[in-house]
């Protein structure tokens, strides 16, 4: 059984720092992309950032770019996402995903994705 569980989320003042957690588990391929989504009451669900497992390559979304970083630790099966200078327009609730890697597919495709986790409420107090 695929399980993604999140942890790390809450509430902070803007230009305070959170860091996401998803720790991975059954899952059955080796070879994957991991990204965070995130979603803002009354939005689309949004891409934020992608690694890929293996190369370690990243990918963000243009306004967090400087401000997040995604790594992911082999060893624990867990990625991260490291949230700096928070904003309030950073407020939602975030997701992480994962899908095999496939050179097709961009890791801002939503539906790209087969696991996700169960969500964590990220709230930016201005």
């Known amino acids: 059984q695929v399980q993604l569980v999140e942890s790390g989320g809450g509430l902070v003042q803007a230009g305070g720092s959170l860091r996401l957690s998803c720790a991975a588990s059954?899952?059955?391929?080796?070879?994957?992309?991991l990204a965070w989504f995130r979603q803002a009451p009354g939005k689309r669900r949004e891409f934020v950032a992608g690694i890929s497992w293996r190369l370690r390559t990243t990918y963000y979304t243009e306004s967090v770019k400087g401000r997040f970083t995604i790594s992911r630790d082999n060893a624990k099966d867990t990625m991260y996402l490291e949230m700096n200078s928070l904003k309030p327009e950073d407020t939602a609730v975030y997701y992480c995903?994962?899908?095999?890697?496939?050179?097709?597919?961009?890791?801002?495709?939503?539906?790209?994705?087969?696991?996700w986790g169960q969500g964590s409420q990220v709230t930016v107090s201005s």
């Open positions: 059954g899952l059955p391929y080796s070879n994957r992309a």
């Open positions: 995903a994962v899908r095999r890697e496939d050179p097709g597919s961009r890791y801002e495709e939503t539906d790209s994705y087969d696991y």
